[in-house]
């Protein structure tokens, strides 16, 4: 199909929706579904008028040019049904280790410096994926999960053994995915500013944000900063919530393809922000190391601390200055952190035990101030009008926000009554444990939850006025549900215990 006539039928939808008169914001949604679906079924019965059949997608020609110890060659895999390009070196060696590279063009040649060093032990292999590199450009869904099985075609004719798997970016969340299908496959995963992983909302947000180094800024413009982030926060959660062009995507093959076709690192992209990783990081038991640059913008370090906390065997190893590439932009450093996570067995820590035996320091209230942190061990945290504040490695009977802008790492709340009370509040939480018989209770506030485990007595969540929630590898327990949360809510008068029991 011809894209140009794609392009008319996605015009005449956009007129449509625009030349309407004043419309709700319902209708607004329900006409912009309506022009999706029209496009969506003029794609469908034109493209699928087109003759095409499913040829292997050919690799481009192997380089000459090349070390002469590094070998090329050509392997059809059978999920897409393309032609990948495999690069080879230190075949001599038992050991073997595979490195998977991130979105891009480049393909393997983001590991290109590190190979020699890697072959003087190991055998190493290193893939275009395929769409990426010099391998074919097939058409499907490059969903992380294809590309495990994909992964697990090469290993299969390359082989014979458990081997090391190392993936950055993109790379990163596939090997992730690999290792959780294919355990017995692999002696030790290295994941490098892994993206991806949290909900997708989440992980646009900070992509969003303005970034700005806090000890080079005043503080009335850190309050500043805080609040214009916020709004764009709020601006891409409700773009995220209500999205039919998501919709209109990932609701038909044929439409995917006609659309993405010609565009690997969009259909990659795209498909890593939809997959959930909770399970497959809850239920990890691979010895796992994680490199990540402290000044990523890219792949928050937030995702770095949430695979840590919650992957039964991690290490964390941040490299001060490094940025989401960190093997070119700081490639000693890096090799010096991935020769240790190699050689070394990691040992697991404590997440949010560390305030756990301290004595009390009592209440803390905070009221209408702004860019203050606070740690420790407290019985009541009370947030009365306070703007960008930080709760790090906090215990606490309860949390109480009131019109106030939060964000917490490593918290413990325990209570006999409300663990958490946000009220016209936006609370952003990274790991954590908050029990509670009403465990949180919510009246017009925005929450944003990673790594996070909520317990409640009489129900986990409870909203009197319109709140949002989203989840990233979180995990709920009630009387009325328990399983794993990755995902977006709205409430208005109803608990999540209600609204995730009646969608079962």
């Known amino acids: 199909m011809r894209i140009d006539t794609i392009y008319r039928y996605m015009l005449l939808m956009l007129l449509v929706v625009a030349s309407t008169e004043t ?95 890697l072959a003087e032990q190991y055998h190493v292999i290193a ?36 081997i090391t798997l190392v993936g950055h970016s993109m790379g990163g969340a596939i090997s992730l995915r690999f290792a959780s299908m294919y355990p017995n496959s692999v002696d030790k995963l290295v994941l490098i500013d892994v993206a991806g992983v949290l909900e997708k909302t989440a992980f646009v947000k900070h992509i969003s944000e303005l970034p700005f180094d806090e000890s080079l800024v005043p503080n009335m413009l850190k309050k500043t900063i805080a609040q214009v982030n916020d709004f764009g926060s709020s601006l891409v959660e409700l773009g995220t919530l209500h999205d039919p062009a998501s919709d209109f995507l990932h609701g038909n093959d044929v439409t995917w393809n006609a659309l993405l076709s010609n565009s690997p690192n969009i259909n990659a992209a795209l498909s890593l922000v939809e997959e959930d990783f909770n399970s497959a990081v809850r239920n990890l038991t691979v010895d796992t190391s994680i490199i990540w640059g402290a000044k990523d913008t890219v792949a928050p370090i937030r995702t770095a601390k949430v695979l840590s906390a919650n992957i039964e065997s991690a290490r964390l190893v941040i490299i001060e200055n490094a940025s989401h590439v960190p093997m070119k932009s700081h490639p000693q450093e890096f090799m010096v952190e991935l020769q240790h996570a190699l050689a070394s067995k990691t040992v697991k820590e404590s997440i949010v035990e ?43 009977t309860s949390l109480e926000a009131n019109d106030s802008l939060v964000e917490v790492e490593n918290l413990l709340l325990v209570s006999h009554r409300i663990a958490l009370k946000a009220d016209e509040s936006v609370i952003r939480i990274t790991n954590g444990v ?3 018989d009403k465990a949180i209770s919510l009246s017009g506030s925005r929450l944003d939850l990673a790594g996070v485990e909520i317990i409640g007595g009489e129900y986990t969540i409870y909203s009197d006025k319109h709140s949002q929630v989203v989840f990233s590898i979180c995990k709920s327990e009630s009387q009325q549900f328990s399983g794993l949360l990755h995902g977006v809510y709205e409430l208005t008068e109803t608990t999540l215990d209600e609204l995730l029991y009646s969608s079962k």
């Open 354 to 396: 560390k305030g756990k035996t301290d004595k009390s320091q009592g209440d803390l209230v905070c009221d209408n101030k702004a860019n203050m942190t606070y740690s420790g061990n407290f019985d009541a945290i009370i947030l009365n009008q306070c703007t960008n504040i930080k709760l790090k490695e906090v215990t606490a």
């Open 434 to 436: 908050i029990k509670g």
């Open 127 to 162: 893939v275009d994926l395929p769409g990426f590199g010099l391998s074919g450009v097939p058409q499907g869904r490059y969903t992380p999960t294809n590309y495990a099985k994909v992964l697990n075609a090469v290993l299969n004719q390359y082989v014979d053994s458990p």
């Open 23 to 117: 419309l709700s914001a319902d209708s607004w949604l329900d006409k912009v579904k309506s022009g999706y679906k029209e496009v969506e079924n003029k794609i469908t019965t034109e493209f699928s008028l087109d003759d095409k059949t499913e040829e292997l997608a050919l690799a481009k020609p192997l380089p000459l040019d090349v070390p002469a110890n590094w070998h090329y060659s050509y392997f059809n895999e059978p999920i897409f049904n393309s032609q990948m390009v495999i690069l080879e070196d230190g075949v001599q060696h038992r050991k073997t280790i595979v490195l998977v590279h991130g979105l891009g063009e480049l393909g393997m040649k983001d590991w290109f410096n590190l190979i020699p060093k």
